[in-house]
């Protein structure tokens, strides 16, 4: 059990909790008035639970993010080849479910965030702990438009606790004007959030991650479709050496790439690596809690065998993925994408042969890993936000468009590099990146990183390749992939200009006239 060391308990919105230690083991409901809550500490804890519960949900973080919302880029495909529709595949309309999911629950979370905030000052307590309720609160209300504005586009933006879609028609805002929001809500966040070593554990929001998070905002900003380039490149590396030259945050790179992934496995923290993740915790298993997830279930190499961590295997990992592992040396490849398959109904491991490029699946999360016992269907796997490798190689990006390829930039891309053992590129002689292979580079390395932790998508998008990267994939796949698993190319094949968006959920345009719809919806 994670014990996340400031919450003993919680309590449900009227019903006291004393027999679990997770920060996100309650459940709260907002159904209550606000005149009858809000009015203690402990309330105000438990609701701030309820906007950080959102981040678990299976529509989000806990299946969906990283399964069907997820499966359709150029390293990635989903391992069905029965499922011809769908988000997965990029065949699908305004009526998805999973679309339509993650959009009420985002706002489910905004509106938590918006009802904590309004009565922020009601309860007498220590100010520290206020303001860090507060900044957290805006902080996550900033996030989840974040994840709004850069799926959707225009967005409503509600700030009014008195206002809900559900009860009111509201027009869509500019997506400038949500970023302008998301950035306004997270700048304010990050003086009041406490420092990740005074935490411990990376399932709060704490300094480091803000700022991890402005860096990342501010790189989606510069690219498309706001286009806003240098002034935002510029805020990226300012907020990216914030994490990076921060003395008390003390942050570095896990020396070994598979260790990340089995502490989440494990519930092990590593503050120094893993700055923010999602609390998942226990199994479904004998509890009223609800808070596992399917992090290593949907997402791990197919596996029959409960006791060895019963996994459906969904998420492929393409040859281009594979070949993207071109450094021999390189410890990454065979941890991220899975090196074996399972034989039968058994824990027995076959590799895959070398020639084997296109029948592989995600390897990072493993469920033999866990140390309680195993449900079929669900996980105490936390799920990675923000990484320290990430923080290093969009600090690399931001300084290279900046500055230009400078030795700062290679040097934060080579501490990547090093730590996986790949080749460094040296700023010494000719293996020098220029300012044409610079960004490639990053691009690439990015992929071999972080690939299945739900950001490929939107970086393409962000760099104005997606539909070029997923045609690209899907021709390597119709051209060389073994007959079975041609089916892999479907989504790059189905990819077009309008799935650079979300379609606007057809319900939620039902019960808010005021909404209108993206283009080619």
């Not at 083991?25 to 907002?30: E, G, L």
């Not at 598979?258 to 915790?281: G, T």
């Not at 020639?355 to 269907?377: A, S, V």
């Not at 189905?494 to 979300?502: E, F, Q």
Request: net charge neutral.
């Amino acid at each position: 059990m994670k014990s996340l060391k400031y919450f003993i308990a919680l309590a449900f919105f009227g019903c006291l909790v004393t027999s679990c230690e997770s920060f996100l083991d309650t459940q709260p409901s907002d159904s209550l008035s606000p005149e009858f809550y809000y009015n203690t500490e402990k309330e105000m804890n438990s609701a701030l639970a309820g906007v950080y519960d959102i981040l678990g949900s299976q529509d989000i973080y806990g299946n969906s993010f990283f399964t069907t919302l997820n499966a359709a880029s150029d390293l990635s495909y989903y391992r069905r080849s029965a499922i011809t529709t769908g988000t997965q595949v990029l065949n699908y309309d305004a009526a998805a479910t999973d679309i339509e999911k993650m959009w009420a629950a985002l706002y489910d979370g905004i509106n938590r965030a918006n009802l904590l905030l309004a009565n922020i000052d009601k309860p007498t307590m220590e100010d520290a702990k206020r303001n860090a309720i507060k900044g957290e609160a805006k902080f996550l209300r900033g996030y989840y438009y974040f994840l709004l504005v850069s799926n959707w586009g225009d967005v409503p933006l509600v700030l009014d606790a008195k206002v809900t879609l559900g009860n009111t028609n509201i027009a869509r805002s500019p997506a400038k004007a949500v970023y302008t929001q998301v950035l306004k809500d997270m700048e304010e966040a990050e003086p009041l959030v406490m420092d990740i070593t005074a935490i411990g554990y990376g399932g709060r929001v704490n300094k480091s991650a803000v700022r991890g998070i402005l860096t990342r905002v501010n790189l989606y900003m510069a690219g498309m479709p706001l286009n806003e380039g240098i002034p935002r490149y510029t805020e990226a590396l300012k907020w990216a050496k914030k994490v990076v030259e921060d003395p008390s945050a003390g942050h570095m790179l896990n020396p070994s790439y598979s260790d990340i992934f089995i502490r989440y496995a494990k519930d092990q923290y590593d503050i120094k690596e893993s700055i923010w993740e999602v609390e998942l915790w226990g199994n479904r298993i004998g509890n009223a809690y609800q808070e596992a997830g399917r992090v290593g279930n949907t997402n791990g190499i197919q596996c029959s065998d409960l006791a060895e961590g019963y996994a459906y295997g969904f998420i492929g990992a393409t040859g281009t993925l594979y070949k993207l592992y071109n450094d021999v040396n390189d410890t990454r490849k065979d941890w991220a994408v899975g090196p074996y398959q399972y034989q039968g109904a058994t824990a027995t491991k076959v590799n895959w042969k070398v020639t084997d490029l296109y029948q592989r699946m995600c390897g990072k999360f493993r469920r033999p890993y866990e140390i309680i016992e195993k449900q079929k269907n669900f996980t105490p796997q936390n799920f990675p936000l923000l990484r320290y490798a990430d923080v290093l190689l969009m600090y690399a990006e931001a300084e290279f468009a900046v500055n230009g390829p400078t030795d700062l930039a290679h040097e934060k891309l080579n501490l990547v590099r090093a730590r996986a053992g790949a080749k460094q590129y040296t700023t010494l002689n000719l293996n020098k990146l220029t300012s044409a292979t610079f960004l490639k580079a990053i691009q690439d390395e990015r992929a071999r990183e972080l690939c299945f932790e739900g950001l490929r998508v939107n970086d393409l998008k962000r760099w104005g390749i997606y539909l070029t990267n997923l045609k690209a994939a899907a021709d390597d796949i119709t051209a060389n992939a073994p007959a079975l698993f041609k089916y892999s190319a479907l989504a790059g094949n189905n990819a077009a200009t309008r799935h650079l968006l979300y379609p606007i959920p057809l319900r939620e345009r039902a019960v808010n006239t005021s909404l209108t719809q993206n283009l080619d919806w």
